[in-house]
Every structure is written in C-alpha cells, then in structure tokens.
C-alpha cells in the first residue's frame, strides 16, 4: 500500500508541509506544480522553492510572497494566515520581526505565531484589507483545482476558522483574515491539497507532534504553547512538550496534519522509496523540519475497523445520503445489505470500513445521518494490493489506468470516469469505447 509517513518531531506548519512534500515530486513534477500554483490567480502570490541546510541536512525551504512582500509576521516555521475576528481588536501574537513597528508595544521573545496586528510596517507603511471565512471560501471557489482539492482546502480553513471561533467565543462569521495573511495561508493550504493529490498516498500516518514549549506574548497576555486555537485543532491527536523553547507546531500545520492523517504513532514497517525535508527559517540543536517519507507498506499488515448497523425504518433516500456522507467523509468502503429483521420488517445492513482511529468519527456520522440507535465495531486484518494509476494514451485520447500487484498478481483496469467520458465524447457506447482503444 501506498503510505506517506510524515515525521513531526519538530512540529509542523504549512510552508514546511509544503516544502517536504514539494521534495517527494520528480523534476518535471516540480516543474508542474509550480506552474499549476502560479496559474490558480490568487492576487500577487508566487512561489519560490529555495535549498535550506539545517544541521547538515539538505532540504527545501518554501517562500511565499504576496504582491511581492514575505509575510515576516510569522512564527519560526514560515508563512502563515494572520486574522482577527470583528475589527475590533487584534491577535497579537508574537512576531520573529527583525524591523521596528511603529506601534507601542514590543515582541522581545524569540518565537513567532502566526496571528498577527493590523498594523503598518516601517518598510512599507501600507494598509491591508481583511477577509471573512465567506471571502475566503469564495477564492478557494474560484480557483481551477480539482473538487477533492477545494473540499480538502474549504475543510481545513473552517476547521482553523471554527477553533478561533471557539477560542475567542465570537462566531465564525466574524473571523476576518489579514489581506497578506490570508493570502499567504491559502497558497500553503491549497498547496498541501494539491501536493496530497499529486502524491496520490493511500494512507497518511504521521508521528506525534513536538508542540514545543514556553509561553506566547500576545496582545491579551501571555499564554502557553500551544496557543489555544492550536490545541484545540490538535484534539485527540498525541502531542508532547519537549526542551526546545519555542512554539512549533501552528494553527495551519495543526489543521493540515490532522485533515490528511489518518493515524499517528511510530512509522510502520515500509519500503521506503522517497524523502522529503520542509525546512523552517530559524536554527536549533535539532533540524528544524517536517521530514516526509513515501513507500510501500507490506500487503498483509494493515488494520480496518468494520463498523456496522441495522436499520429496518429509514427511507432508501436516507440510506442513500448516508452513503453518500460515509464516503466523502473518507471511509474506506461502504456496502449495504438486505436483511430480514424483527416483526418480519426488511431492513438493511450498513457496514462502514474505515481506519481504526477513525473508528468513533464514522459512528458519531452513522448516528447522525440514520435512524439507528446502536453501531457495532470490530477489527479486521485485511491483505491488499498495491495501487498506483499511470496515464495511458489511446486511439481516443489518454485514460487514467489503475494498476494493483501483490500477492504473486498484478491487475490494471482503466478507470471507468474515464471511459464514460471518451464514450460521451465520441458518441460510443462503453463496449464500443473498450474494443477501441483494445482493453
């Protein structure tokens, strides 16, 4: 199985995320990538991948500039989203700045968050505008990606959006989001998504995540790492404290992490094939990076939860719709059986495979979105192909082709998006399309 380990032993945030997985890309993939981010729209922001030694290790280090300007408001990772919620006050959290601002108060601590003033900078003196969650999910809307690569990215914003909501007891409708911030967070965001996409990883398991340690100034006070929003997006992750000083994991690598993620521990038996390193901006005794490692898992070793449930009195188009929900949620697979149940009622079987961690969210989705008053759970060792898709050109156009070996056995199948799409194109029926293109 395709499985992406990312080690976060020193934290995460989006720009390295980005760079580690940027790293895992072959060149004309790279080049690709690049070229893809530059063509999305977003006002004024480019990329620029540049090579970073940290305690002699070779990696990436993503720069992001927005109208020409690098975010510097910023904790010690890179590039992230600045907000405030109703204009009112700001979110000062503190900055690595190495100019002067021209406002009272100072940042003398050595460590930066990724909230930030709305304030004007001594190099520029320029004001910025600011944008609500409803603006940000409009831009995300706009943008030429693919619809898995704009619900990943809309998911991952709501869920920074919702902990600042709940930490500072506004509504969610009145987070704004600094012009150049914002900007910059969703470049690092979309980036991820887009880089997720490419990578193609059936599984992403990630170790626990190094937080840091100390305090963070901010405009309210001071208060401990993580800051608050950050925590609360690490919920029920395994996270721990460490001697480095310093806050090193941040709201968007905390919202990124656990989106993708399907589970956190040490790094399963893998052959690895590939290795990424994110570099952040500041030294420590550690390598500051996110280190990304891509291989094969072995066929036999991996673990499903089967989760299932009876309902003898919900509509089919209830049924239905929680099929529906199951899968965009990210279940591994999701059937539905006929059953024969009490008071000679037919009912149906819903069964829900899905990672082992994951196990509670999908039971909370059953009982939301059906009628059932109780779900059962147990787990099952499952062996499985290795897949991968490679791109096929044919008499009527390239086909994606899904490839699946292991076990003494190899399979390929065209995937079937792609045949209803030569067949509508060319005015064929589907076996027409196979017999021309010889599957």
């Not at 907000?83 to 100019?99: A, F, I, R, T």
């Not at 719709?321 to 079987?349: C, F, H, I, Q």
């Amino acid at each position: 199985m395709k499985t992406l380990y990312l080690d976060l032993g020193m934290g995460a945030a989006g720009d390295m995320l980005t760079a580690a997985l940027y790293e895992l890309l072959g060149e004309e993939e790279k080049k690709a990538f690049l070229e893809k981010m530059a063509s999305l729209g977003l006002p004024g922001v480019e990329f620029y991948p540049e090579k970073s030694v940290k305690c002699g290790v070779t990696g990436t280090h993503m720069r992001v500039t927005v109208a020409g300007e690098e975010e510097e408001s910023l904790d010690h990772h890179g590039h992230e989203h600045d907000h405030e919620h109703d204009h009112e006050h700001d979110h000062g959290h503190d900055h690595d700045h190495e100019h002067e601002h021209e406002h009272g108060h100072d940042h003398d601590h050595d460590h930066d968050h990724d909230h930030d003033h709305d304030h004007d900078h001594d190099h520029g003196h320029h004001h910025h505008a600011h944008h609500g969650m409803a603006e940000i999910a409009g831009i995300l809307e706009t943008l030429p990606l693919s619809e898995k690569v704009r619900r990943d990215a809309k998911e991952v914003y709501a869920a920074i959006a919702g902990a600042e909501s709940r930490v500072h007891g506004v509504p969610v409708e009145e987070i704004h989001f600094h012009e150049v911030g914002s900007l910059d967070a969703v470049a690092d965001v979309t980036a991820v998504c887009l880089l997720m996409e490419l990578i193609g990883a059936e599984r992403v398991i990630a170790s626990p995540v190094h937080v840091g340690s100390g305090k963070v100034r901010c405009a309210h006070g001071i208060l401990p790492v993580p800051a608050p929003a950050t925590a609360l997006l690490l919920k029920d992750i395994p996270i721990y404290s460490g001697e480095v000083k310093g806050e090193l994991c941040t709201p968007t690598g905390a919202a990124l992490v656990a989106h993708f993620a399907s589970s956190f521990g040490a790094m399963p038996v893998m052959r690895v094939e590939k290795i990424g390193y994110g570099m952040g901006k500041k030294d420590f005794e550690a390598a500051n990076c996110v280190r990304a490692l891509l291989g094969e898992t072995g066929e036999g070793g991996d673990e499903v939860a089967v989760l299932t449930t009876n309902l003898d009195d919900d509509t089919p188009e209830t049924v239905g719709y929680a099929v529906e929900k199951l899968l965009e949620e990210g279940a591994l697979d999701v059937t539905t059986s006929p059953l024969g149940m009490k008071k000679n009622r037919p009912g149906v079987e819903l069964t829900v495979l899905c990672r082992p961690g994951d196990a509670r969210k999908f039971a909370e989705l059953l009982f939301r979105h059906t009628s059932t008053l109780g779900v059962r759970e147990r787990i099952e060792r499952r062996y499985v192909l290795s897949r991968r898709s490679e791109v096929k050109e044919t008499v009527l156009g390239p086909v994606r082709v899904k490839i699946a070996s292991g076990c003494g056995t190899r399979k390929e199948k065209i995937e079937y998006e792609d045949l209803a799409r030569l067949a509508r194109e060319n005015g064929l029926s589907l076996r027409e399309v196979r017999e021309k293109i010889g599957e």
